[in-house]
């Protein structure tokens, strides 16, 4: 059972146009959602989070929007760059539970992004 | 970058060997975790640990244990290593500051089981 799921499994954009990288959850427990960006060889660094109680969050280039109603998240890199290209995880988390379950993450299966100059 | 290394960074090892898998972290963040990270999976949680000789299974802890005797020690081990545990593993910390917090990841171990 897929609780994150990123349907797309790949997006190419061209420079300077926007890139939407896009997430659906079904866990209506979830509180708490992250992106990732992954390079290969590296671990999974973060990029942007967003609580619940928040539809909105921007980061420089980066912005995250969450519809609770819908359980939808998705991630606007305006302008992109070829140096985005990676490996884009959207993660998902019950902040609420606390105690000895902080932290755990649900990531959906990843999205790779290109960006072609 | 946080202070989180795996070792060994690569591994070939037969099937029915045990294997272990190790991560240190100088960050004295009291949350650990071991996910797997497959094609079409994403990432996965195979343990955690919430403080010394404090852990607890993930999603997919079917062949796999933990210990942790030293708050900056996370160890992986699988009894007896299978094909399906091909994989790459990634540790990550965490701490809770009294507010939502995002987990740090290593640079991960590529395992190969022959």
């Known amino acids: 059972d897929q609780q994150v799921k990123q349907n797309s499994p790949s997006l190419s954009v061209q420079e300077g146009r926007i890139s939407i990288l896009n997430c659906d959850y079904t866990?209506?427990?979830?509180?708490?959602f992250l992106w990732y960006k992954k390079y290969p060889a590296e671990g999974p660094t973060f990029l942007i989070s967003?609580?619940?109680?928040?539809d909105k969050n921007e980061d420089g280039r980066f912005t995250v929007f969450l519809n609770k109603s819908a359980k939808h998240l998705s991630l606007h890199i305006v302008p992109s760059q070829p140096g985005d290209s990676a490996v884009y995880f959207c993660?998902?988390?019950?902040f609420g539970a606390g105690g000895t379950s902080y932290g755990k993450l649900t990531f959906g299966q990843g999205t790779i992004l290109t960006v072609h100059p | 970058d946080a202070g989180i290394t795996q070792s060994p960074r690569h591994k070939v090892t037969e099937t029915g060997t045990p294997v272990t898998l190790r991560c240190h972290q100088t960050?004295?963040?009291?949350?650990m975790y071991w996910y797997r990270q497959d094609p079409g999976h994403g990432l996965r949680l195979i343990h955690y640990?919430?403080?010394?000789?404090?852990?607890d299974k993930g999603e997919v802890s079917d062949g796999y244990s933990v210990s942790r005797s030293k708050t900056e020690d996370f160890l992986l081990t699988l009894e007896s290593a299978t094909s399906s545990q091909t994989s790459v593993y990634f540790c990550?910390?965490?701490?809770?500051?009294?507010?939502?917090?995002?987990?740090?990841f290593g640079q991960g171990t590529r395992l190969t089981v022959v």
């Open positions: 993660a998902a988390s019950r």
């Open positions: 990550a910390i965490s701490e809770s500051k009294g507010a939502n917090t995002e987990a740090f």
């Open positions: 866990n209506s427990m979830f509180d708490y």
């Open positions: 967003i609580s619940s109680i928040k």
């Open positions: 960050e004295n963040h009291r949350y």
């Open positions: 640990s919430y403080g010394v000789k404090d852990t």
